[in-house]
C-alpha cells in the first residue's frame, strides 16, 4: 500500500472551526448536565433557596453584619475543604485533616503564648508541622499500603492526644498577637475593598479574554464574546452588591466600635483559590492528579508516579488544615483541646456538596467556596433561627448524605451512558 | 528470509518461567516495519508473557532481542518506550474523567513554563487524528468517557502514533467491539502499517487477523510452531497449528 491516502478534501468535524455562539455555549453545557456531571449546580440552587428561605424566616439573616460574620464563619471550613479537594480526587480521604488543623493551631498557640516566639515562626512551626504529618500520611498510604481511611482515622484519635499534650494544663491557650487575631478579625479599608473588586473583575475578563484569544489564534472553537461579557458582567453585579453590603456600618454601636470594609479573609481565600486552581487545571502536577484519580492503573502506564502523587496529595491537604488551623486560632483567639474535631466533616460536606465526587478524579476547587458557604449558611441561619447545636450536626449530617447519594447516583448514570 | 527489509524488532531464544512453569521455550519472533504481523495461539500459549516481556514489564529470562539491529536489554519500561516501543492494552488505559487530548498527552504532556500548553497539545492531537483519516469523533475535548468503544480504542491506537513509536504492540485490539466499529479499528491498524511502523497484534479472531495481517506467528504451549505469510495460507492451516494438531516448527516464510 502506498504512504500517501487519498487526498483529503473534507476535513474532519474535530479541526473545523466550529461556531462558538452562545446557543453552542448553552448545549455544551446540556450534554455536560445529561452525562452525569452536575458539577456545582445543585449546590448553587440550593444556596439561592437556603438564602432565601432563611431572609424570609428571619430577617436579621439578611443583614450586613451577619453578611460579614459569614464570611469568617465560612473561611476555615472552605480552607479546610480546598485541602481535601486534592485527596478526594484520588478518590482518597484524610479523616485527620481537622485535627492536623487542631495540632497546627495549639502549636502556633503554644510557641506564642508559652514559648514566645514572634509570629512569623509560630506561623512556620505550624506549617511545617502540617507538612509533616501531610508527608507521614502519603508515606503511609503510598509505600506502607495502609488505606487513608484506617491511616487517618488512627490519626485522628491520636492528635487529639497530642493536641491535649501540646496544649497542657489549663486546657485553653488563648492567642493574643494583633497580626494573627487580624486574619479574621480585621478588615480592609473601604477603599482597598473597592481595589480588590476592581482587581478581581478586570482580571477574570482578561484571563478569559486572553485565554479566548489564544485559542483563536490557532483556529480553535472559543467560548463565544458574549459568553465572557455575560460571565464578567454576572460577577460583575455580585461582586459589587457584596462589595456595597460589606462596606457599610454595621456595628451594633457604631459610635463606640465602627465596623465596615471587606474581612481581611475574603482576598486571603480569593488568592488560595486561584493558586490552587492553577495547580489543578493548568499544571502538569494537576492534570496527574486527576489522571491517577481517574483510572490509577491508565496513569501508571502512561509513566506517571502513582505513589508521588499520592504524597504529595496529602501533603497539600495536611499543609492546608495547617493554614485553616491558624485562620480557626485567629478566629477563635484562642485554641483549646476540642480544636477541629469537628470541622473536618463539615469540610467534606462542603467538597462533595460543591460538586466534589468521593469516588475520584471529578471535583473542581471552587467547589470548597461553593459547598462551604452552603455549609455555613446552614450552621449560621439554624443558628440565628435558634436551633440547638445538636439539630445543626443533624441537618448537616442529612446534606452531607444527600450530596453523597447525588454523587453516587450520577456516577452510577454516566457509567450507564458510557457503555 | 527472502525479505529485503530488517526486521526493525526481533527476539531470539527467548525464554521466561514462572517457578516450574516454562511460559516461554526459546521463542524467536520478528517484526518488520511497514507489516502487521499477527501474534495467534490459543489460552496460556504464551502471547501475553511475550508481549509482556517486549514491553519491559516483565523481562525475558534468556534470550537476546535486538532493536534496528543493535543487541538491547528490555528490563523496564521506560527502555521500550525510549525504544519507540508501545503497547495498547486490551483493558484500553484511558481515563474516563479526562478528554481526548488530555488522555494522548497523559504523562507527556506539553508545557509553556509551569502552565500546560493546551492549545499545542489539541492542535497536535487534531493532526495526528487526520493523519490517521480518523472521523469518527466529533470533538478532541470530548470526555472518554462518553465515547464508544471503538472510539475509545481508536484514541488508545492514535496515542501510540503521536510519538513517533516504531513498534506498535496492539492486544486484542477489536475483542469488544461491534462490526462496523472492528471494521474502523482494522483500517487504522493498516494504516499504522502503511505509515512505516512495525505492528504486532494480537487476535484470536482469525477473520480480523487475514483481513489485516501480512504474517502470522503461531505460539502453542510456550514455542513458536510456525511463522506463516498471510497470503500463503488459509485459516483451517492456522487452527490446526494453534490447536496443536500441526507441530512441525515449520519456516514459513
Redesign the interface.
Known sequence: ???T?NP?TD?????QK?GNGLSQSWAAYR?KIK?G?MGSMPAVIGLVVLVALFSFLKPVFFTPLNFANFFTQAAVVVILAMGLIFVLLLGEIDLSAGVTSGVAGSLLAVSMAKWGYPWPVAIAVAMIAGIVIGLCIGLLVAKVGIPSFVVTLALFLAFQGLILIIIGEGGNVRVTDGVILAIENSNMPIWLGWVFYAVVVVGYFLFAFTGRA??L????AATSLSMIIIKTAITAAIGFAAVWALSLERSTNPELNPLSGVPIIVPIVALLTLIFG?VLD???FG??V??V???V???R????SVSQIRIAVFTICSGTAAFAGIVFASRAASVDPNAGKFIVLNAIAAAVIGGTSLFG??GRIHDALIGGAVVAVIDNGMGLLGYSAGVKLMITGAVLMLAAGADALSRKR??G??R | MTETLQPILEVTGVTKSFGAVDVLQGIDFAVLPGSVTALVGDNGAGKSTLIKGLAGIQPFDGGTITFEGKEVELDD??IA?ALGIEVV?Q?L??????DIV??MF????L?NG???DE??M??RA?ET??SL???T????RQ?V??LSGGQRQTVAIARSVLWNNKVVILDEPTAALGVAQTEQVLNLV??L????LGVVIISHNLQDVFQVADYIYVLYLGTMVTRLRTSETNSGEVVEYITGGRTETSEGV
Not at chain 2, 497523559?106 to 504532556?109: A, F, H, M, P
Request: glycine content about 10%; aromatic content about 6%; hydrophobic content about 30%.
Open positions: 500500500m502506498s504512504q491516502t483529503q476535513v474532519p468535524k474535530y479541526m466550529q450534554t452525562s456531571d489564544r485559542r489564534a490557532r483556529g480553535f492553577f493548568r499544571t502538569r492534570r496527574h486527576y489522571a484519580g481517574g483510572n492503573e491508565a496513569a502506564r502512561a509513566g506517571i478524579g471529578r454516566s457509567s451512558v458510557m | 519500561p521506560k518506550a492494552y483493558d488505559a484511558l481515563c474516563d474523567n479526562l488530555q488522555n497523559l504523562g507527556r504532556e508545557v509551569l502552565a500546560l492549545a499545542h489539541e492542535s487534531g487524528l487526520q483519516s480518523v472521523r469523533v466529533s470533538s478532541l470526555k468517557s462518553s493498516r494504516r502499517a502503511d505509515n512505516g
